[in-house]
């Protein structure tokens, strides 16, 4: 009977605890769910949210991780205070990586002071001068390509987004030191988040080591960039330089052990996932030629009018925007984000013990068939439709307060290379159509290489221009006959100040960086002004958070 109950435990259905969540089946002796995790962590998380609903438990060796997945269970994991459900903890195996004390190791203050610091290079202002830049890197990485011929686009992306990202973001002088020595250290620091981390990130093992030795050749280099920059009194004005002058509240600078760390997640955030995202958008539009199309046909548009991308033209293509988004729908980089449950979590009637680990998939949650319709099928006109009008529906760069601070750079980023590329090139598939499948070896899942494809340039002076592409015709958002009420969530604001930029007789940026409402506002009294509504709807439009809230039946009642 012992071994019929183990068999029945392991291999049966989901099993309940009263008050806690169903625990997955097929847990084994010793490993648990370990096994499956490491094999394919989304295919066992899939199968978690289909066996078990919106939440499961699971168990990974020795811990308890509990998934949880759709647009409630989402805004409870994603609006939880950090002393509740805590991301210190659950992102241990990144502190060899960016260092004590640094970003996901930083205690709560300390860390958003650090992402403030960071946010100074993601500012609306400050994007708007990184077009240009992110074209010039796209096209030096195809300058010695010939008329025609065949290239791995997974590797040329990740070349792309590493100089671009790093020429925006750190500046000319880091982009330019990225000799084959920084390549290497940079490869063993990636290669270093494994699954295993998340358990062991100290484990004895080679990758492991090397990693360790990786940083501390960075932490070299950024050194002799500080006492160059010192000794010559050399100032340019880039990321870099605003780390080096920057200070905490107490008036302490960051260490060249601080510089480094934030560098290292500046760009792994806008590295390998932009990266695959870049490779999945141009084999998706190579497949779907009426997709194509239709983005080729805003592209022409944007450089016939301008001559260059900028970044109005950019915030324009809203069809290559929304292709962008399904890509990052189906198969997106990061299947997991983890938080460590310090104080007992609730939700629906469910409650998770302090000590487990609660985690959110966005690969999981964007396959919710009562969220997005036919979930399998790539289909980029759902977006017009509104299925992602829940702010924690769609989370492909997480959500609330702790949403990717780098987003908006990176479909800044994603929008320009794939613009560019497409703009001047042919391309089509050089391998059979099932080869293209995404590689889960890795935390960070991409394309499995090889991943070639064939190039051609286009003749971009015989293209007939469709000048109409770039209007998409949108409706207006308010009435400006009707007064409207504006209101800014503050978990959700991060400081991207599109908002700001947009429409500065309404909001501000206050004193901790995040937008606010200027006290001396009269949006709600001079109603009719019809540009400054216009205004408006571009700062709530444009947000990167969708903190902007709009609401004027509410104003009217209350006129």
């Known amino acids: 009977m012992g071994a019929l109950a183990t068999a029945v435990r392991v291999l049966g259905p989901p099993r309940r605890v009263p008050g806690e969540p169903p625990r997955l089946n097929r847990e084994l002796p010793l490993v648990g769910h370990m096994a499956e995790f490491v094999k394919n962590p989304f295919a066992l998380l899939q199968r978690a949210q289909r066996e078990g609903g919106e939440l499961v438990a699971l168990r990974l060796l020795h811990q308890d991780v509990v998934l949880a997945t759709g647009p409630e269970a989402n805004e409870a994991f994603f609006r939880a205070p950090d002393d509740q459900l805590c991301r210190r903890e659950a992102y241990k195996l990144m502190t060899p990586i960016f260092g004590e004390g640094v970003v996901f190791d930083a205690p709560g203050p300390r860390l958003e002071e650090q992402m403030r610091m960071v946010?100074?290079?993601?500012?609306?202002?400050?994007?708007?001068?990184?077009?240009?830049?992110?074209?010039?890197?796209?096209?030096?990485?195809?300058?010695?390509?010939?008329?025609?011929?065949?290239?791995?686009?997974?590797?040329?992306?990740?070349?792309?987004?590493?100089?671009?990202?790093?020429?925006?973001?750190?500046?000319?002088?880091?982009?330019?030191?990225?000799?084959?020595?920084?390549?290497?250290?940079?490869?063993?620091?990636?290669?270093?988040?494994?699954?295993?981390?998340?358990?062991?990130?100290?484990?004895?093992?080679?990758?492991?080591?090397?990693?360790?030795?990786?940083?501390?050749?960075?932490?070299?280099?950024?050194?002799?960039?500080?006492?160059?920059?010192?000794?010559?009194?050399?100032?340019?004005?880039?990321?870099?330089?605003?780390?080096?002058?920057?200070?905490?509240?107490?008036?302490?600078?960051?260490?060249?052990?601080?510089?480094?760390?934030?560098?290292?997640?500046?760009?792994?955030?806008?590295?390998?996932?932009?990266?695959?995202?870049?490779?999945?958008?141009?084999?998706?539009?190579?497949?779907?030629?009426?997709?194509?199309?239709?983005?080729?046909?805003?592209?022409?548009?944007?450089?016939?009018?301008?001559?260059?991308?900028?970044?109005?033209?950019?915030?324009?293509?809203?069809?290559?925007?929304?292709?962008?988004?399904?890509?990052?729908?189906?198969?997106?980089?990061?299947?997991f984000l983890f938080r460590k449950v310090l104080k007992p979590w609730t939700h629906n009637g469910y409650t998770v013990p302090a000590g487990s680990f609660l985690c959110a998939s966005p690969g999981v949650s964007h396959r919710i068939a009562s969220v997005f319709p036919n979930p399998e099928r790539f289909d980029p006109d759902r977006y017009a439709r509104g299925e992602d009008a829940d702010p924690f529906a769609w989370i492909a760069f997480g959500g609330g307060k702790h949403k990717c601070t780098g987003n908006a750079f990176g479909l800044l980023q994603l929008k320009a290379v794939a613009a560019t590329?497409?703009?001047?090139?042919?391309?089509?598939?050089?391998?059979?159509?099932?080869?293209?499948?995404?590689?889960?070896?890795?935390?960070?899942?991409?394309?499995?290489?090889?991943?070639?494809?064939?190039?051609?340039?286009?003749?971009?002076?015989?293209?007939?221009?469709?000048?109409?592409?770039?209007?998409?015709?949108?409706?207006?958002?308010?009435?400006?006959?009707?007064?409207?009420?504006?209101?800014?969530?503050?978990?959700?604001?991060?400081?991207?100040?599109?908002?700001?930029?947009?429409?500065?007789?309404?909001?501000?940026?206050?004193?901790?960086?995040?937008?606010?409402?200027?006290?001396?506002?009269?949006?709600?009294?001079?109603?009719?002004?019809?540009a400054l509504y216009e205004r408006i709807e571009r700062a709530y439009e444009h947000c990167p958070n969708r903190a902007i809230s709009l609401d004027q039946e509410s104003a009217a009642a209350d006129a």
């Open 119 to 335: 946010m100074r290079m993601l500012r609306d202002q400050r994007m708007r001068g990184y077009p240009p830049i992110i074209c010039d890197e796209t096209r030096k990485q195809v300058s010695s390509w010939g008329e025609r011929g065949e290239v791995d686009l997974l590797e040329l992306m990740k070349d792309v987004t590493m100089y671009a990202s790093s020429r925006c973001l750190i500046g000319d002088e880091f982009r330019d030191g990225m000799s084959h020595a920084f390549h290497e250290a940079y490869d063993h620091l990636e290669k270093a988040i494994h699954p295993v981390a998340y358990i062991y990130p100290h484990a004895p093992l080679p990758a492991f080591k090397r990693r360790d030795a990786a940083r501390r050749r960075l932490v070299e280099r950024v050194e002799a960039i500080i006492a160059r920059r010192k000794r010559t009194g050399d100032r340019p004005d880039d990321g870099l330089q605003a780390l080096l002058d920057a200070e905490y509240k107490d008036g302490e600078g960051l260490s060249p052990h601080e510089i480094t760390g934030i560098l290292i997640a500046i760009m792994m955030a806008g590295h390998h996932t932009s990266a695959g995202t870049a490779t999945w958008t141009i084999l998706e539009l190579i497949r779907r030629p009426e997709c194509l199309a239709k983005v080729r046909a805003e592209v022409d548009a944007a450089f016939a009018a301008e001559g260059e991308l900028t970044y109005q033209a950019l915030r324009q293509m809203r069809y290559l925007h929304d292709v962008i988004k399904e890509v990052l729908r189906l198969p997106p980089p990061l299947i």
């Open 421 to 530: 590329l497409l703009h001047e090139w042919d391309f089509e598939l050089a391998q059979p159509d099932d080869s293209y499948r995404d590689d889960y070896d890795n935390a960070t899942v991409l394309p499995k290489l090889p991943c070639k494809v064939r190039f051609r340039r286009r003749a971009t002076e015989t293209i007939e221009v469709d000048a109409g592409a770039l209007d998409h015709g949108r409706e207006r958002l308010l009435d400006p006959k009707k007064p409207v009420r504006v209101t800014i969530d503050p978990q959700l604001c991060q400081g991207h100040s599109v908002c700001v930029s947009e429409a500065p007789k309404v909001f501000r940026v206050g004193e901790r960086g995040e937008a606010e409402l200027l006290p001396s506002a009269s949006f709600q009294a001079t109603y009719e002004d019809s």
